[in-house]
């Protein structure tokens, strides 16, 4: 399996995100790999504690976090959450 492309399923994973198919599937393929399962369990773990109620992690959080990796020379896109003044509703018409 492309590397990218285990990460980019097991980040979806994580948050939740994957249809129930998938996940299931994703679920067989770590029986037999011990560190995919060792990924999706912490992972999973880490952001259903960073959604919780009375998360300690705020945008200050994910500020100082990005700039540590950025510093230690992590390889990836940074990308910052849309202001939510610019996500604009669209009324449904139909």
Do not use: C
Request: a negative charge; aromatic letters at 6%; zero cysteines.
């Amino acid at each position: 399996m492309d590397n990218d492309y285990h990460r980019k399923l097991v980040d979806l994973y994580a948050g939740r995100e994957l249809p129930s198919e998938i996940e299931a599937e994703m679920e067989i393929a770590a029986h037999g790999d011990a560190e995919l399962a060792v990924d999706m369990a912490s992972l999973r773990q880490t952001v259903d504690t960073l959604r919780s109620e009375g998360s300690p992690f705020t945008e200050e959080s994910y500020q100082r976090i990005l700039t540590k990796l950025l510093i230690r020379g992590a390889a990836f896109e940074a990308r910052t959450p849309d202001p939510a003044h610019l996500q604009y509703q669209l009324p449904i018409q139909g």
